[in-house]
């Protein structure tokens, strides 16, 4: 999962307790069930890894809800699996709607958690558990939306195509696999990205973001040769120093701030949902990315860097073979966030050119990225999601954002096809724990996340 819009980590940090319990319909109550029974199932990558039981549970969902058998399928790919759901339309001349999620999770500790993240439990109004809300909650409230639609005899016009992928927080290899099944696809509705966000003391809605952007991953190697020798002996280069020089030039780096029409209006609207001082920093810079004031501001704080540039940052290193030799190696990782418009070519030129020493070896290690293009801010989809989001909570302001980290949708977006992040999920920033400690999803979330799909699925599959 994408972090949720990048200014929640500004809201004040209220109390950890929920909502009161809310009353759940039966579609929210087996939503609830799909989630809980997901979770059970440990999809982490690796060895035991049960992401095809999820694939089977939620194929069971479809087909005891009346959907045919053989409108699912379900692929291994090493440990994992992904599956394809297809609700054929009435018009085959229509491009299908592909609905994209995730069946995996971020592996977790038992032993770090209060609770088994295994173990699904309803405690305090929450949901707990690895995946609770990246993503398994999203996943059974699309599933029990298509079910109810088809309960009620609704006939999508265009395909539905549901399609999850199995690998989507490691390798990335079944979102690719799935993008090139549906190369024809009308447009992307992303349940893993984007969102909404509740007031920290009130729990009233105060904002859905959606994405239609996001930076493209890149892993950089740098790497130092020496001859090395006697540490008795030091002479004037040293491979470790040469390589700690190089990571100072990049950590003091300022990479251009840049906009662009998602990002600009990301902060024109976010700014209504911050501090004054942070407000005025976002505000400025909308209107002059070039103001060096803003920049700095907005450059401090970790939540808003990743949206006014390209980012690098070292994230691992490795030198040296003995106590008393000198090293005759020094080697790190940088991990750049590529703003779009630019490829991974071009930042390691830049950063080539920053470190100004020959003798540090720069090479692409990046695997499983692409470099994409923003979809359009004017689609049906993104009109589509601001009316669902009243759906769920009439008048709540609906606007972009742009993501810092990678999604299933860069696959779609590479083949020029319009992805956008739309979550279900309205929950407070203090409640999201994805990839952390203690994940949990309120249960207040469900009926909104319901509204939000029953509007949302229909508007994009009727014409
Ligand atoms: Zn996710």
Redesign the pocket.
Known sequence: ?IKRAALLLLLSIGSAQADPLPTLTRDGLKALTLAKDSIAFRSVAGVHNQTINVAELYRKALVDGGFPADAITITRLNDTAYMVFRWAGQENTLKPLVISG?MDVVAADPSDWTRDPFTPVVENGYLYGRGAS??KMSNALAITTLLHLHHQGYKPKRDIILALSGD??TAMKTGQILANQFPNAEEVLNL?VGGGTLDEETGRPLFYSWSGAEKTYADIGLMVADPGGHSSEPRERNAISVLAQALVKIQTHPFRPELNALTRSYFLNAARFTSPRLASAMRIFAASPDNVQAVATLRADPSLVGAIGTTCVVTMIKGGHALNALPQHADANINCRIFPGHSRGDIIHELSAIIDDPSVHIEDHSQGSVETQPSPMNGPLPSAVTRAAHEAFPNVPVFPSMSSGASDSMWFREKGIPAYGASPIFMKASDDF?HGLNERVPLSAITPGMHFLLSLIPALSQN
Request: proline share 0%; no cysteine; glycine share 0%.
């Open positions: 999962m995730h990246d993503m989507e927080e893993d994805s």
